[in-house]
């Protein structure tokens, strides 16, 4: 079975400062791992995945199979980032999505 | 581009009714999958269908269905309402990749359904 845990319910920041936003995954295979975003009144939309390794609007994420760990980072939040953020996997060739409960990310001016 | 439409925005049901629900996906996209989403169970996985085939089927009772047209247009429906199904129903269309890898999926607005 596959499964994504977003341990963090709600995180607060305050901008300039780092953010990390954990995800852990279970997965027996090869998974692809994605980042969406949900910006307020906006449809959900990927930000990163990990195959692509970009930087999107300045986080990253690092696929860690030896933890099964897709942590979300940024080196300095600002207030444009507050959002929902979903980590999520499918496995190879399987649109599946399996999302993670999310993360409501509040930058704090 | 037009992005992934999903008709109605809302819909208030009664216990007991049925309901289809329609989604438009990106024009080209071939898979459409849509999801249940829930303040209590999250973004769960209903099915996709691709090339008017389902081709993946989460763990949700057969009161819940759903079809694709050749157009690539999907429908889903639930019959025999229940309380429990009141929620926010997002379509998502993608563009298929080849060799295994998954393409972007690009999410609908959503159909608020409230079942009373």
């Known amino acids: 079975a596959q499964r994504v845990t977003q341990p963090e319910k709600l995180l607060s920041v305050f901008k300039g400062a780092p953010v990390e936003l954990k995800c852990n995954y279970s997965y027996s295979g090869s998974p692809e791992l994605f980042w969406y975003v949900q910006y307020s009144r906006q449809r959900l939309q990927l930000l990163l995945r990990h195959i692509s390794r970009e930087s999107i609007k300045g986080f990253t994420a690092d696929l860690n199979k030896g933890e099964t760990s897709f942590h979300l980072k940024k080196p300095f939040a600002q207030e444009e980032d507050s959002a929902m953020y979903y980590c999520a996997l499918s496995g190879s060739g399987n649109e599946k999505l399996t999302f993670g409960t999310g993360t409501r990310l509040t930058i704090i001016p | ?116």
């Open chain 2, 1 to 116: 581009k037009a992005g992934v439409t999903q008709t109605p925005r809302y819909l208030i049901k009664t216990r007991g009714q049925q309901v289809t629900l329609s989604c438009s996906p990106i024009s080209g996209h071939r898979s459409v999958s849509w999801y249940q989403q829930t303040p209590g169970q999250g973004l769960q996985f209903l099915f996709e269908y691709f090339s008017e085939t389902q081709r993946n089927k989460g763990n949700f009772p057969g009161r819940f269905s759903g079809r694709q047209f050749s157009n690539s247009r999907s429908e889903m429906n639930v019959s025999t309402l229940e309380l429990g199904d009141s929620a926010l129903y997002l379509c998502a269309s993608s563009h298929r990749g080849t060799g295994g890898m998954n393409t972007e999926a690009f999410f609908g607005q959503g159909t608020r359904l409230t079942v009373v």
